[in-house]
């Protein structure tokens, strides 16, 4: 069982001061090098925001584990990604349902964590959950809200309503690729055959404002561990 003191998951609701964990390691790696480019500070969410959203304090203290996991990575400093990733594991095992994607990214990362480590044996074992908890997330999937995105102009609004139903089907091929995508990369993983690639640039560029449907299987899909 995770240690709810350390993440900041001590209380039901949200606090908006970032946990002082997490804050303190992302102090420390705004000083490193090349850590620039992953530094997009955004204002804490409100405990309104989140509860309208349908978020959980748990689910963005994850995320934020997360995030700050891949920018360690990133940025050479693999003891603390080590550490991360099984923190947030420990949130994931808690917290998230057996099928939820999010706790197969976490498995995965821990994986690929053990493998580097030399430790073959568990990261076969959470690998194999890793890729047991993707081949049930259907359900999970299938149940995400479409994403509904702002757009510049009343045309455009006028046009979304309109054709609620297209809106709607263009959100769910996004999910189905997205999982397709996290899937491949894990079979990659299985054969030792993936590649690094950009997914925490993309995280960057691709994650929504707001705290979404989406954006829960973008980082289910993302915040991945790159493997050596």
């Keep these: ?3 709810a003191r350390t993440w900041g998951l001590e209380s039901k609701c949200f606090n908006p001061t970032p946990p002082g964990r997490i804050e303190t390691l992302r102090r420390k790696q705004q000083k490193r ?14 405990l309104e925001a989140l509860e309208r959203a349908g978020w959980s304090n748990a689910e963005l203290i994850w995320e934020q584990i997360q995030e700050t996991a891949a920018e360690a990575q990133a940025t050479g400093d693999p003891n603390q990604a080590s550490e991360l990733w099984a923190g947030a594991l420990e949130v994931a095992r808690e917290h998230f349902a057996p099928d939820d994607p999010r706790l197969a990214s976490s498995l995965l990362n821990c994986a690929l964590d053990k493998r580097r480590a030399g430790d073959s044996l568990a990261a076969r074992a959470l690998l194999d959950e890793a890729k047991a908890v993707w081949s049930r997330t259907d359900a999970w999937i299938d149940a ?6 702002a757009r510049s102009s009343t045309f455009h609004l ?3 309503a309109k054709h609620r139903g297209a809106y709607d089907r ?9 999982r ?8 990659a993983c299985d054969a030792e055959k993936a590649s690094k690639s950009d997914r925490l640039a993309r995280w960057h560029r691709e994650r929504p404002a707001g705290f979404t449907d989406m954006r829960k299987l973008l ?10």
């Design 33 to 46: 090098p090349g850590m620039a480019k992953y530094s997009t500070p955004t204002p804490p969410p409100t």
């Design 180 to 187: 397709q995508e996290a899937q491949a990369f894990v079979q």
């Design 144 to 149: 995400l809200r479409p994403e509904r995105r």
């Design 170 to 178: 263009f959100s769910k091929e996004r999910y189905a690729a997205l």
């Design 219 to 228: 980082g289910a899909v993302l915040l991945l561990a790159d493997p050596d």
């Design 158 to 160: 006028r046009l979304q």
């Design 1 to 3: 069982m995770s240690d």
